[in-house]
Nanobody, 127 residues
Framework: QVQLVESGGGLVQAGGSLRLSCAAS????????MGWFRQAPGKEREFVAA????????YYVDFVKGRFTISRDNAKNTLYLQMNSLKPEDTAVYYC????????????????????WGQGTQVTVSS
């Protein structure tokens, strides 16, 4: 079992920054690919970014490229999402997720591909 606990969400003005953290415990963190998803009011949960176990491979959806940075520290069992130049449309509940590596396919973009999920943290960007 892997437990994921998120922190860092909150209220920020447009153009500001937030850093989300996701602390993992229970099994070897380095054996998992990690991803961030978000769910805005009235919308389905959508994929945002992913990072491979070694941190060499990263992937971002177009609407966050150049603004968000996904990273991980395997020694600290922690995943991060640095969010800069935030926009009101970034407002959502953000979830971290862990995917046990099965083969070499990357990135995983579907909710069904992930094995464990955090509780979610609210990010609100005001205009």
């Amino acid at each position: 079992q892997v437990q994921l606990v998120e922190s860092g969400g909150g209220l920020v003005q447009a153009g500001g920054s937030l850093r989300l953290s996701c602390a993992a415990s229970g099994r070897t963190f380095g054996n998992y690919d990690m991803g961030w998803f978000r769910q805005a009011p009235g919308k389905e949960r959508e994929f945002v970014a992913a990072i491979g176990w070694s941190s060499v491979d990263t992937y971002y959806v177009d609407f966050v490229k150049g603004r968000f940075t996904i990273s991980r520290d395997n020694a600290k069992n922690t995943l991060y999402l640095q969010m800069n130049s935030l926009k009101p449309e970034d407002t959502a509940v953000y979830y971290c997720a862990a995917k046990l590596r099965r083969g070499w396919a990357f990135p995983a973009k579907l909710k069904s591909e992930y094995d464990y999920w955090g509780q979610g943290t609210q990010v609100t960007v005001s205009s």
